[in-house]
Structure formats: structure tokens, C-alpha cells
């Protein structure tokens, strides 16, 4: 381990510790570039608890610390392709969760391809045998990654909105079987975050601008996107409601765009609840924001605050919560890239998604390293894979008895 690592696991430790990350601390050990007071936080320590628990547990038990490490990533790749990286770091750096990237219009059988190429990288020794969550962005309308024969062309989600909810959920249950058909077994979808009103989409670049709200109010976004989960899991796959606590009111995109803040949504709005009757009707996934919340918490991103992601927990979701792309996105891009990953895990993020696979040799080390050093850390790395095996356990990926 070397002496940059060294120090800066010993301060962590050290301010960890105390309870409290004060302003001269957190700049010590650059987790944050804001001189806030930020309370420290950890999930219970995992126990066994029935048949569930048991599995995903049993799972856990079997694997080493580096391929608990992996199973916190999920790691781009086009489409089209495996790309030679990522077959590469799923065996290196025993990441456990892949994304299908980019677009591929041919049909069928070429993501079959890729995810064949991506599962037969799945060893004892790479990720103790446990599958892979492959997932994709197939929301519908502009965002559409699998396309061409054998997939449906799925309209934008305003359009599923204006739908009933028994229609909507029969159609996303034909989708998530093609989806499950060439064995992607999570969607990155539904969007649940409101837009208030058509006037207000025109200005709203990351989701009403393209249609990717289900409504005008959070009763007819949580119906139109509770009605997409339950589809999703009716036909065999996974899904993740996002952007926790909502990018329908903010004038800024993540993903192209430094400063995006929501001045309006609090810990008690309304905007929250389409996130609340997906994590009851089923969602195998919460992904967080990468926006500043000023009502919540505004001294950072809610992908890095501990307040924002603990509300995720408190409406009783269990499972891996993630993050938005932190390997390309510009609004998390000004932290160095190893405290991204740090930072995330800090507050209560359990999957790490980088579309970028250049940045995970940097993250997965940055998080080795600190729980190879410190009791607190690698307690926070058993609670996160833990949590990514009972969403895999759940989706039956895991198997149907305890073993280990």
C-alpha cells in the first residue's frame, strides 16, 4: 500500500471515527471539495434473516474482499460488443455488473452476443461464480439502447403515461422479455422524477425535454412509472427507478453541466413519492442524482450525501442503491476520480455505474485500499456487496438454496 493511500485511510479512519466529518478534515483526506459538516452514517451490520438473507449472505461469505469490491461496479460496454476492456476487468478487477451502452439498432442478435461473451467471464475466480447484473437504458422514446427486429419501439414515457396502468404494465411486460430474451436481466429505468408542467419540460434538459416523464403531477408519474416496474418484473427483469429525489425541476443536465442544483424539493415534497410506490410495487434498483439538493442537503451531490441517500432506506427500500454515471457525467467530474467512488460509498451507494471503464482501475483500488486499511471501510464494502447480492438473489440470479 502506498503512503498516499496510507494517509489518507488513516485521516478517513480517524474522522470517521469521531462521529463527524468537520470542515478541515474532509479537506484533509480531499473527500469533498465544500468545507460542510457532514454527520457520518452506516447501514446496520448485515445477519443472516431467512431464506433471503441466507443466500445472498452465503454468497458473500464465500468471496473475497477484491471480489466484494467488483460486485460494487457496473461498468459500461457498447452494445454492440463486449469491449476487450471490460471482459478484461471483469476477470482483473472482478467487477460483478456490466451496462449495455450506446445503441445497437440490428436486432436481436447482437446484444445476445455480447452479453454470451460478457457471462462467460463469470468464474470462481472472477466473481465466485456469481452472474453478472447486465443492464441497459430501455426507457423508451429518445432513450433506447436495443433496437431493431425482435424489440419493440417503445414510446416516449409521456406517451406510456396517457395509457392505462393495466395497458402499460402488459407492454413493459413484453418488453422486459425481449429484454430477459438476450439476457439483459436489469433496465435502468423507469424515470421517476415529476416535471410540474409542460411549460416547465421546455426547460427541463435532462427529462422533459425528451418526454422521459410520465406526467404532470406525482400521481400520474408514480402510476405511469409503478405500472412500468411491475411490468418489468412480470417479465423477468429488473427494474430501477430514478434519479433519486428527482431531476424534474432542474434547469441543468448532470451529465453535460457543472452547478445543477433543485431549490424547490424537500425531504417531505410530494416529488418523492413516484420513487416510493416503485420501491413497494417491486424495483430492484434505486439510482441516486447527481444534482445538489438545497432543501436536503446542499453542501453536495446527492450521489455523496449521506442525508439525501438514507431517505432511499427510510421509504423501505432494500437492494442496491446506485449511482449516475460517475465516470463521464461533468457534474461529478469535478471531484478527483477516486474520491467519486469514495464519496459515494461514504453516503450509502452500493453500485458504482461508470459508463467509462478507463476510471475503475483508479475507484476499485481507491475503495480496496481503504478497506484493506480500516475495519470502518471494509464494513461499508460487506454492507454494499451485500446489498447488490440480495438484488441479484431477488431476481434469481443467486440460486434457489444456501450455499457456501
Known amino acids: 500500500m502506498n503512503a498516499r493511500w496510507t494517509g489518507l485511510i488513516a ?18 483526506v480531499s473527500l469533498r471539495p465544500t468545507s460542510t459538516r457532514v454527520a457520518a452514517t452506516a447501514r446496520a451490520d448485515i445477519s443472516p434473516g431467512g431464506a433471503s438473507a441466507c443466500n445472498a449472505l452465503s454468497t458473500l461469505n464465500r468471496m473475497s474482499l477484491e471480489q466484494r469490491v467488483g460486485q460494487m461496479f457496473m461498468v459500461g460496454t457498447p452494445a454492440t460488443a463486449a469491449s476487450a476492456t471490460v471482459l478484461d476487468q471483469i476477470s482483473r478487477y472482478h467487477v460483478g455488473n456490466v451496462f449495455l451502452s450506446g445503441r445497437s439498432t440490428s436486432g436481436t442478435a447482437t446484444p445476445a452476443r455480447t452479453t454470451a461473451a460478457l457471462r462467460a467471464r463469470v468464474t470462481a475466480s472472477s466473481t465466485a ?10 426507457e423508451g422514446g429518445y432513450v433506447q439502447v436495443l433496437q ?3 424489440f419493440s419501439r417503445i414510446p416516449t414515457a409521456l406517451t406510456q403515461g396517457s395509457w392505462s ?3 402499460l404494465q402488459r407492454s413493459a411486460a413484453t418488453w422486459a422479455r425481449q429484454l430477459a430474451g438476450v439476457g439483459v436481466n436489469l433496465n435502468l429505468a423507469p424515470v421517476a422524477g415529476t416535471v410540474p408542467s409542460a411549460a416547465a ?30 411490468g418489468m418484473d412480470d417479465g423477468g427483469v429488473g427494474a430501477t427507478t430514478k434519479h433519486f429525489p428527482g431531476l424534474g425541476i432542474v434547469t441543468g443536465n448532470t451529465d453535460t453541466t ?5 431549490r424547490q424539493t424537500s425531504a417531505s415534497s410530494a416529488y418523492l413519492n413516484p420513487f416510493a410506490t416503485d420501491i413497494n410495487d417491486g424495483a430492484s434498483a434505486v439510482m441516486m442524482s447527481s444534482a445538489i439538493y438545497d432543501k436536503i442537503d446542499p453542501s453536495t451531490l446527492a450521489v455523496f450525501s449521506p442525508k439525501v441517500v438514507n431517505l432511499v432506506r427510510q421509504r423501505g427500500f432494500t437492494g442496491p442503491i446506485m449511482s449516475d454515471d460517475l465516470g463521464n457525467a461533468v457534474q461529478p467530474g469535478r471531484w478527483p476520480v477516486a ?4 464519496n459515494a460509498l461514504y453516503a450509502g451507494v452500493d453500485l458504482i455505474l461508470t459508463v467509462n471503464p478507463a476510471v475503475v482501475p483508479v ?26 447480492l440480495l438484488g441479484k438473489e431477488r431476481r434469481g440470479l443467486l440460486g434457489s438454496s444456501c450455499v457456501g
Open 11 to 28: 485521516a478517513t479512519s480517524a474522522l470517521l471515527g469521531s462521529g463527524v466529518c468537520t470542515a478541515s478534515a474532509v479537506n484533509a
Open 129 to 138: 461464480g456469481t452472474p453478472l447484473f447486465i443492464a441497459t437504458d430501455q
Open 148 to 150: 431493431g427486429a425482435g
Open 165 to 167: 396502468s393495466s395497458t
Open 201 to 230: 419540460a421546455r426547460n427541463n434538459p435532462p427529462i422533459g425535454v425528451f418526454q422521459r416523464e410520465y406526467g404532470y403531477t406525482s400521481y400520474a408519474t408514480a402510476a405511469g412509472s409503478s405500472a412500468f416496474v411491475r
Open 258 to 262: 457543472y452547478g445543477v442544483h433543485d
Open 339 to 342: 474520491n467519486r467512488a469514495i
Open 363 to 388: 475507484m476499485y483500488n481507491a475503495i480496496l485500499q481503504m478497506a484493506q486499511g480500516s475495519p470502518y471501510w471494509s464494513k461499508k464494502v460487506d454492507n454494499a456487496a451485500y446489498e447488490v
